[in-house]
């Protein structure tokens, strides 16, 4: 597609519940970010996938966080059991790869109740 | 020492004023420093970048000035206009990972 596309756009959840991100990247784009932005705070890496391999997964903050990608596309981030410090706006980007220009999406915001 | 430290928080300016966003880092393997800029309800774009080679880019308005030496790297904004009043980060790139600084919010008031 033209741009990294992110959905949905907002989630409100109950704290405890599931919930599950999708980001659409750039088609061609072999690598592919999470970040996660707190409010009035920086971008935090969560994970960095190369083709479907997620060689860096440091940044997931605990066992709930896991990311998955498929067909060298598509990526879901997962929060299982949600809490309310995981509310935040969740970025997904891609690249070709290396120092390549970095596209992001619009984002996710996460509110946990 | 893969933080990069990011200051101001934020900063006002005049329209028609200069903005400058300092940054410094530790690693001395980063190899590519971009810059993006974030308005309210968007991700983050890319702004404009540099690699350590060059001391200076300027792409219009928008000039990086980046001191190997002392690894430090800073974003100056002439001739500010309101419509640059966003949140501004720096980054610096080493291998595959991008390392964010914390963001600066830039009011420029008309």
């Known amino acids: 597609g033209a741009g990294v596309s992110q959905s949905p756009s907002n989630k409100v959840t109950e704290k405890g519940k599931d919930v599950e991100l999708r980001c659409d990247p750039i088609?061609?784009?072999?690598?592919l970010y999470w970040y996660r932005q707190s409010l009035g705070q920086g971008l935090e890496f969560l994970i960095y996938f190369q083709g479907n391999s997620a060689p860096d997964k440091s940044g997931l903050p605990s066992d709930r966080f896991s990311a998955e990608r498929t067909g060298g596309s598509v990526s879901t981030l997962t929060i299982q059991r949600t809490q309310q410090e995981d509310s935040a706006v969740y970025l997904c980007?891609?690249?070709?790869?290396?120092?390549?220009?970095?596209?992001f999406g619009a984002g996710s915001r996460l509110t946990v109740l | 020492q893969q933080q990069v430290k990011q200051s101001p928080q934020s900063l006002i300016v005049q329209k028609g004023g200069i903005s400058i966003i300092n940054c410094a880092y530790e690693?001395?393997?980063?190899?590519?420093f971009p810059w993006y800029q974030q308005f309210p309800g968007k991700g983050p774009a890319l702004l404009i970048a540099?690699?350590?080679?060059?001391s200076e880019k300027k792409e219009g308005r928008f000039t990086i000035s980046f001191n190997k030496s002392a690894k430090q790297f800073s974003l100056h904004i002439m001739d500010s206009q309101p419509g640059d009043s966003a949140t501004y980060f720096c980054a610096a790139f080493w291998i595959y990972k991008y390392i964010f600084g914390t963001g600066t919010r830039l009011k420029v008031l008309a």
């Open positions: 690693n001395t393997a980063f190899d590519y």
């Open positions: 088609s061609g784009h072999t690598a």
């Open positions: 980007a891609s690249s070709l790869g290396g120092a390549n220009v970095l596209t």
């Open positions: 540099i690699r350590p080679d060059v």
